[in-house]
């Protein structure tokens, strides 16, 4: 399914078709982007995020690719070239958890690279392609927004490869920052930190009792709405003068406290 015009400026949101990446979406298509709707699996999600995208007026098409895979870079931005032009904005939100969740002595090699492959690698190379065309193409400004997560700095020994792939997310996004700053490509992360989503589901009943305990001064979850507001807020072009910043959306849960 698929609605789309040239006349749209030109979006890519990876891990779109569920959760944060879902509503982040949603909310570029409200403000006229013209949306790359990326998916792995769940066709039917997809295509599900943009027919209530195309319902509201929006423009947006489903495509397929795993990000993990090293051929996902070119087939997102030819697809926006294709369905919408040159993307001006990309929003790096795929990414999969720890396998198993096991303990950092048992962590095993192949939750490692698939997580690794998802999660630093993909986005780095999803960043690496679209930054190139924005070059090629003159878009300015250019937005690369890279969803992180509160575990690049809290630890969880459970999920030691899913902590240090979103540790060095926060690096990639300082050094995307600096070299793209003279091209007027803003980059920037957002730092969700407990969120509504599929991935959060299982450990619900154990974050319901942290977030009632004081987890973060905020006490609720997120949802993808919050960061959805975030990422509008920051390709406004309110923030010419601001690139590599880091945007928190975890209520608070930053703030060290005694």
Same mark, same amino acid.
Request: charged fraction near 20%; aromatic fraction near 6%.
């Given at each position: 399914?698929?609605?789309?015009?040239?006349?749209?400026?030109?979006?890519?949101?990876?891990?779109?078709?569920?959760?944060?990446?879902?509503?982040?979406? #949603?909310?570029?298509?409200?403000?006229?982007?013209?949306? @790359?709707?990326? !998916?792995?699996? $769940?066709?039917?999600? %997809? &295509?599900?995020?943009?027919?209530?995208?195309?319902?509201?007026?929006?423009?947006?098409?489903?495509?397929?690719?795993?990000?993990?895979?090293?051929?996902?870079?070119?087939?997102?931005?030819?697809?926006?070239?294709?369905?919408?032009?040159?993307?001006?904005?990309?929003?790096?939100?795929?990414?999969?958890?720890?396998?198993?969740?096991?303990?950092?002595?048992?962590?095993?090699?192949?939750?490692?690279?698939?997580?690794?492959?998802?999660?630093?690698?993909?986005?780095?190379?999803?960043?690496?392609?679209?930054?190139?065309?924005?070059?090629?193409?003159?878009? #300015?400004?250019?937005?690369?927004?890279?969803?992180?997560? @509160?575990?690049? !700095?809290?630890? $969880?020994?459970?999920? %030691? &490869?899913?902590?240090?792939?979103?540790?060095?997310?926060?690096?990639?996004?300082?050094?995307?920052?600096?070299?793209?700053?003279?091209?007027?490509?803003?980059?920037?992360?957002?730092?969700?930190?407990?969120?509504?989503?599929?991935?959060?589901?299982?450990?619900?009943?154990?974050?319901?009792?942290?977030?009632?305990?004081?987890?973060?001064?905020?006490?609720?979850?997120?949802?993808?709405?919050?960061?959805?507001?975030?990422?509008?807020?920051?390709?406004?072009?309110?923030?010419?003068?601001?690139?590599?910043?880091?945007?928190?959306?975890?209520?608070?849960?930053?703030?060290?406290?005694?």
């Amino acid at each position: 399914m698929e609605h789309s015009s040239l006349q749209h400026p030109s979006a890519i949101v990876t891990g779109a078709s569920r959760g944060i990446g879902k509503a982040v979406a #949603k909310r570029l298509a409200a403000h006229g982007y013209g949306v @790359i709707v990326n !998916y792995f699996r $769940s066709s039917d999600a %997809a &295509d599900a995020t943009v027919s209530e995208i195309v319902s509201a007026g929006g423009q947006a098409v489903a495509i397929q690719s795993d990000i993990g895979d090293p051929g996902a870079p070119q087939t997102l931005t030819r697809a926006a070239l294709e369905h919408f032009g040159p993307p001006s904005v990309l929003i790096n939100n795929a990414g999969i958890t720890s396998q198993g969740r096991l303990d950092i002595l048992e962590a095993s090699v192949e939750s490692w690279d698939r997580v690794f492959d998802t999660n630093l690698k993909g986005a780095f190379f999803c960043a690496q392609a679209t930054a190139n065309l924005m070059i090629e193409h003159g878009v #300015k400004p250019g937005y690369i927004i890279n969803v992180n997560s @509160i575990s690049s !700095y809290a630890v $969880s020994t459970n999920r %030691a &490869d899913y902590c240090i792939a979103k540790s060095g997310m926060h690096m990639m996004t300082k050094l995307f920052a600096t070299r793209l700053a003279d091209e007027n490509v803003l980059v920037y992360e957002v730092c969700p930190g407990v969120i509504e989503s599929d991935m959060t589901a299982p450990v619900k009943q154990k974050y319901d009792s942290l977030i009632e305990d004081g987890l973060s001064p905020i006490r609720r979850w997120g949802t993808g709405d919050d960061v959805a507001g975030a990422v509008s807020m920051l390709v406004s072009g309110a923030l010419p003068f601001t690139t590599g910043e880091r945007i928190n959306i975890d209520g608070g849960f930053h703030i060290r406290r005694l």
